[in-house]
């Protein structure tokens, strides 16, 4: 019901029951710091974490939680992994040979893992649209299969980001290259 004062990047705290999530929804006001998962929130910067929790008929808000993400090691909170993202070429989903080869890495690295969380993301030209959502979506589930394929075995979720993350805001090809990736985070 509440979020710790404090809590670690790279941790996981879970904010619903699985039962709750059929009903409520997880929103964060600040994706750079936390991102809403299912039943859970993922800290993955430093920084101030705000969680709402949301009904989903009436889209009332039930409850506001806050957290301070820091990144020296607190207690709260459980340990991730994360590897290099994952690059895409422009407009694809498509896995190059080097991508193939993290995804086999990781897969390796999640074999006992209890949860996997693929995060999609797309360049940051233009206004926000229904493509950037799709090929981000596109891309986490890309990776999402291959690392089914590859044999994992633990519960893989899939969000989708668009570009509300980007490394660069430069619109230049080669730091736009650097917002189209997708990014895995094992949780043991």
Do not use: W
């Not at 993400?69 to 690059?87: H, M, N, R």
């Not at 693929?118 to 891309?139: E, P």
């Amino acid at each position: 019901t509440r979020l710790p004062a404090a809590t670690q990047a790279d941790s996981s705290l879970r904010v619903l029951t699985a039962k709750q999530a059929d009903d409520l929804d997880i929103r964060t006001n600040t994706p750079k710091i936390c991102i809403a998962l299912t039943t859970s929130v993922l800290m993955v910067n430093p920084g101030r974490c705000t969680v709402r929790i949301i009904d989903e008929d009436t889209k009332r808000v039930i409850r506001t939680m806050s957290t301070l993400v820091k990144k020296s090691e607190v207690d709260a909170g459980t340990t991730l992994t994360t590897d290099e993202p994952i690059y895409f070429r422009q407009a694809s989903n498509r896995l190059s040979k080097n991508a193939l080869a993290q995804v086999a890495e990781l897969a390796e690295a999640a074999k006992d893992a209890s949860r996997v969380v693929v995060i999609g993301h797309s360049a940051s030209l233009g206004d926000v649209s229904a493509y950037s959502y799709a090929i981000s979506r596109d891309r986490a589930n890309a990776v999402r299969a291959a690392l089914v394929k590859a044999g994992v075995k633990a519960t893989i979720e899939v969000v989708t980001l668009s570009y509300s993350q980007p490394i660069s805001t430069k619109k230049t090809e080669a730091s736009q290259a650097k917002n189209r990736r997708a990014e895995v985070y094992i949780q043991s």
